[in-house]
């Protein structure tokens, strides 16, 4: 990495993220109805924690906020449970969840911190599953729209920067975060193809409706970046690699932008023969909602080979080449391990110029404000007898990844803010409570909740005085 000093514009956000599944708890209290997140984290409650307690944000949130005060975060990034607004997520409205939430709201307010709040992460309301099998329906878009609405009225004479869905391009890939439970590979990517489609409409619909309820609004999606390397300077490695990054996420990014799917895009739902179902209003909906800026979530960065066509795979059945499209969550191309990178304990690749990169790309593409709303690492943490947490290796991480935003600030991309993921520890999608990610350490296990107390780990310390010196002191 070259010698840039860290350089940040003055009004700079220095956040902390988080989501409701993941921190709230609380989770069939104040009239909260059950989500997909909670569903799944149940089936793993005999192998790690669940969405029960998690770290229970629902009842201590006082104590939270005035750590975040104490941390002195000018933003906090958080997500509503649609499912505490309208429990079954399209009937009635559920005053005690608007309560919690203006609470919540109005506190942050009070200690100067600026709400930054994502409608949908991964929570869908399970009514919604129920009733319509979810995105797959065209009433779930409608659902989304009223909610969406809801929370802009109730909440958008103090909250004015929102993000739509956490993720869309990712959580599609994973069955269980969307409910696809077919064991036909076909049927499964025909009802991913409908839902995503669904979802950008729904984006469409909530960012039309924040401009029009809240005049000084922004808002956009959060996408979770991807940046592949090719394995080596052949052209099929090198084309593989830049598939990867446009299947994985560049589509989506389009797909906000231009209203419509890229031409790879398109050509592969056609091959697929998956093409969603679009009605003809659809059209002037995608292209006039403009997003204000683009949330990247970024953690680690990937290495492809091409992987040949397997001439044995049944043509008709699968007819588009498994080394082009391969929906499968991981399993595009053949994934290997880069061995000029270091990786976490969960095997993510440690790579901050590769967050330069991101945002290089990003910024170059779409002229378009960037925030980073994820970043971090995720490992087991060591609470020591005298009752702290000596997590320098998050320190590295972080710093390494600030002085990244920094340098593509210097290369001219223009940036709101850098909201880590996360304020304190949380459930982890597969590794519940074993692996951390927090500045603020919850004591608790997976099956042991202790006594649930705060505990700043010494990378609180540290991001409280990059805070102060606006990332001069790294
Ligand atoms: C992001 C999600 O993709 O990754 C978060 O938005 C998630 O919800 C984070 O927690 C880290 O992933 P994991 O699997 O370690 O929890």
């Known amino acids: 990495m070259d010698k840039l000093k860290a350089k940040f514009p003055e009004k700079f956000l220095w956040g902390a993220s988080s989501s409701a599944f993941q921190i709230e708890g609380g989770w069939a209290e104040g009239g909260k109805g059950p989500t997909v997140a909670d569903v799944n984290s149940f089936k793993r409650s005999h192998l790690q924690a669940d969405s029960k307690v998690a770290s229970d944000f629902f009842h201590h949130w006082p104590e939270d906020i005035a750590l975040m005060k104490e941390m002195g975060l000018n933003l906090y990034r958080f997500s509503i449970a649609w499912a505490r607004i309208m429990p079954d997520g399209d009937g009635e409205i559920n005053q ?7 609470n919540v709201i109005n506190c942050l307010l009070e200690h100067g911190i600026q709400p930054f709040i994502t409608l949908y992460h991964f929570d869908l309301p399970h009514a919604l599953v129920e009733k319509y099998n979810g995105w797959e329906s065209r009433e779930c878009v409608k659902a989304f729209e009223r909610y969406a609405k809801v929370c802009f009225e109730a909440f958008g004479d103090r909250v004015s920067s929102w993000q739509v869905h956490n993720e869309q391009n990712l959580m599609v890939r994973v069955n269980e975060r969307v409910n696809i439970t077919t064991e036909d590979s076909w049927e499964a990517d025909r009802q991913r193809a409908q839902m995503d489609y669904h979802m950008f409409l729904a984006h469409a619909l909530a960012v039309k409706a924040c401009h029009s309820i809240i005049p000084e609004g922004k808002i956009g999606p959060a996408v979770s970046s991807t940046c592949t390397y090719p394995e080596s300077n052949q052209p099929e490695d090198v084309w593989a690699a830049k598939l990867n990054d446009w299947f994985k996420t560049d589509y989506c990014l389009d797909m906000h932008y231009y209203g419509c799917y890229p031409g790879y895009y398109m050509r592969y739902l056609e091959e697929r023969n998956i093409v969603p179902i679009m009605m003809p209003e659809d059209e002037g909906i995608l292209k006039d909602a403009k997003m204000d800026f683009i949330a990247v979530n970024y953690y680690r960065t990937l290495c492809v080979s091409y992987l040949p066509a397997d001439d044995k795979h049944p043509v008709g059945e699968r007819a588009f080449p498994i080394n082009q499209v391969d929906f499968d969550q991981y399993g595009y191309f053949h994934h290997l391990k880069n061995e000029h990178l270091a990786s976490s304990e969960y095997g993510a ?13 990003y910024y170059q593409k779409y002229h378009l404000p960037l925030i980073v709303t994820e970043n971090g690492l995720g490992t087991a943490d060591t609470l020591t007898e005298d009752g702290k947490v000596h997590d320098d290796y998050r320190i590295d991480y972080l710093k390494a990844h600030i002085l990244a935003c920094s340098q593509a600030i210097e290369d001219g991309v223009e940036m709101m803010g850098y909201s880590p993921w996360s304020f304190m520890d949380l459930l982890s999608s597969h590794e519940g409570f074993k692996k951390r990610y927090g500045f ?6 997976d099956h042991d909740l202790k006594d649930m107390s705060r505990i700043k780990k010494d990378s609180f310390y540290w991001y409280k005085r990059v805070i102060e010196t606006n990332g001069e002191e790294l």
């Open 96 to 102: 005690a969840g608007i309560d919690f939430y203006n």
């Open 349 to 361: 690749q440690i790579d901050p110029l590769g967050l330069r990169t991101v945002l290089n790309n």
């Open 440 to 445: 603020v350490y919850i004591n608790r296990e």
